[in-house]
């Protein structure tokens, strides 16, 4: 068992001595909190003698059961600035200043947003494609160049 060292407490005209267990490796806390002087409550909480304080005392954690649902997350994810039909991409390149000063800067992709005639479906089709994808399609045709980019314009 653990031994115990006091501490005294003294006001103006009385003194208090309140002993504290003295935790060594051969004992845990929670046997030092069985053994000491404390008050436990039946709802399983140790009451301090000093302040008053409680602290609860878990003897079995039982671990919480997660809740299954399906994640959607708030905001959309933004599309990223890659044209699907020709995959162009933005370019990593250098500014350079007056003084020969090189610092990166991305050059991007010139993406519109177009609604185009597809034939074969009878109806618009609204895309995200870049202006040289655009001017192939007018060359190519949108079946043929779909195609050729592996995408399927019933799913649009």
Not at 83 to 108: D, E, I, M, Y
Not at 123 to 149: Q, W
Request: hydrophobic share 40%; proline share 4%; aromatic share 8%.
């Amino acid at each position: 068992m653990a031994a115990s060292t006091t501490l005294g407490l003294f006001s103006a005209n009385t003194s208090t001595r309140i002993s504290f267990p003295k935790v060594d490796s051969s004992s845990s806390i929670r046997e030092s909190l069985k053994t000491n002087a404390c008050g436990v409550s039946d709802l399983g909480f140790v009451t301090s003698e000093l302040s008053g304080l409680k602290i609860s005392k878990v003897d079995s954690f039982q671990p919480v059961r997660p809740i299954f649902t399906k994640f959607s997350p708030a905001l959309q994810p933004v599309a990223r600035r890659i044209c699907p039909f020709t995959g162009k991409k933005a370019n990593r390149a250098n500014k350079v200043s007056f003084s020969n000063h090189k610092t990166n800067k991305l050059q991007f992709v010139n993406l519109q947003y177009k609604r185009v005639w597809w034939e074969a479906g009878k109806r618009f089709v609204k895309l995200r494609l870049s202006t040289k994808a655009l001017k192939t399609i007018e060359k190519n045709g949108l079946d043929a160049v779909a195609k050729k980019a592996g995408i399927d314009l019933r799913k649009l």
